[in-house]
């Protein structure tokens, strides 16, 4: 779509949502509104609650305590015809959008900006969509010959009628320590470890609450590794960063709450270690086909030293303690840099993409 050029970019951020990470998202907006360049760019914060409704102008410190604009001007986000994608349109010339996990991270808000013809930062629908659901993201990473932990999914449907039966069949083909997962959820939210038959139960239940799917993971005792992804056709790795939770795992308490985690940047790896891990990461990034940015997970298995990727975060936390900016810090890019590098880049494919042919006539034999 031709808009006109002002002399500085609109950057809209969108934040908040009505995923389980809401507050997470706020805390994300906070640190790329400070550091975006407002040299170059104009940002215009657009909060989201978790209602569905949307707040042009507010920014993250008052939805934090909710003095949002006035219910005379809240705008429906789910009235497609109505002022929110007009506005959208006619505002933004690029659309950061900073929410993490459902509503937002899943593929449906970049849907929308993919509808609306905006361009936007990260990746695009399906790979958005892929990373998001563990179960079709493990099968993906199998399909490509990229190693993964052994692992079950189980349905709501499953749980509701027959859990003993269910349990059952999930000793006989995992090992404990066993790890329960939502299928479609992020920072960790409603995962649980589970050393007996007692807490497999009790985990399996407290995924159930946030999806209608869970996978189950085999549990190793593993060394966690993040690396950051940056870059389109030619995507690059940071450094490798190692955490070491003090709790039994990094959930989301340890992530966002405790902040008694220990980051290692770089993480003590020998040079091989290192670079295997950065080829897996790409590796996994370009099987979602994902652009722009990610974090990739990978276990290290701490018995053998095999690698495993565990998932892809497609719009990973950008808070003060999160690994995405500091990844790419240690590896020379700052945070303001990074925010910039990131908006480019996602110009860049809207550029490339506004090159198709969006539509076919066919032929009519006269």
């Avoid at 010959?145 to 079950?152: A, E, I, K, R, S």
Wanted: aromatic share 8%; hydrophobic share 40%.
């Amino acid at each position: 779509m031709d808009r006109q050029v002002t002399e500085k970019l609109r950057v809209v951020i969108l934040f908040g949502g009505r995923s389980g990470e809401h507050d997470v998202s706020l805390a994300s907006a906070t640190s790329v509104l400070n550091a975006l360049d407002v040299n170059r760019f104009a940002p215009l914060p657009v909060y989201l609650d978790q209602h569905g409704n949307w707040f042009p102008g507010t920014s993250p410190s008052d939805a934090a305590r909710g003095d949002t604009v006035s219910s005379d001007s809240t705008i429906a986000a789910c009235d497609l015809l109505n002022d929110p994608f007009r506005w959208l349109q006619n505002q933004a010339d690029v659309v950061f959008p900073v929410l993490h996990g459902t509503y937002g991270e899943d593929g449906t808000m970049q849907g929308l900006l993919e509808i609306l013809g905006l361009p936007y930062v990260g990746p695009g629908v399906a790979a958005s969509a892929v990373a998001m659901d563990k179960a079709i993201f493990k099968q993906l990473m199998e399909a490509h010959g990229l190693p993964v932990l052994p692992w079950q999914l189980v349905t709501a449907k499953q749980l509701d009628a027959e859990v003993d039966q269910v349990i059952d069949q999930l000793e006989a083909k995992l090992a404990y320590p066993l790890f329960t997962k939502p299928a479609n959820l992020g920072s960790s939210v409603g995962i649980s470890r589970c050393e007996d038959r007692s807490d497999l139960l009790a985990g399996l239940k407290e995924a159930r609450r946030y999806d209608l799917r869970v996978v189950v993971e085999q549990g190793i005792r593993p060394r966690e590794l993040e690396i950051a992804i940056l870059g389109n056709d030619d995507p690059q790795a940071s450094v490798v960063g190692e955490i070491r939770p003090q709790r039994s795992f990094y959930d989301y308490t340890a992530k966002y709450l405790s902040g008694d985690s220990e980051l290692l940047i770089p993480a003590p790896l020998d040079a091989r270690t290192a670079r295997d891990s950065q080829e897996l990461a790409i590796a996994a990034f370009r099987a979602i086909d994902g652009v722009g940015m990610g974090r990739v997970d990978l276990f290290l298995d701490a018995t053998d030293d095999r690698l495993y990727v565990n998932e892809i975060n497609t719009i990973p936390g950008f808070t003060e303690i999160s690994m995405f900016p500091k990844l790419w810090n240690a590896s020379g890019i700052g945070y303001r840099e990074l925010v910039t590098q990131l908006i480019d880049l996602g110009l860049e494919r809207a550029r490339q993409t506004q090159t198709l042919t969006r539509t076919y006539r066919a032929l009519v034999a006269e």
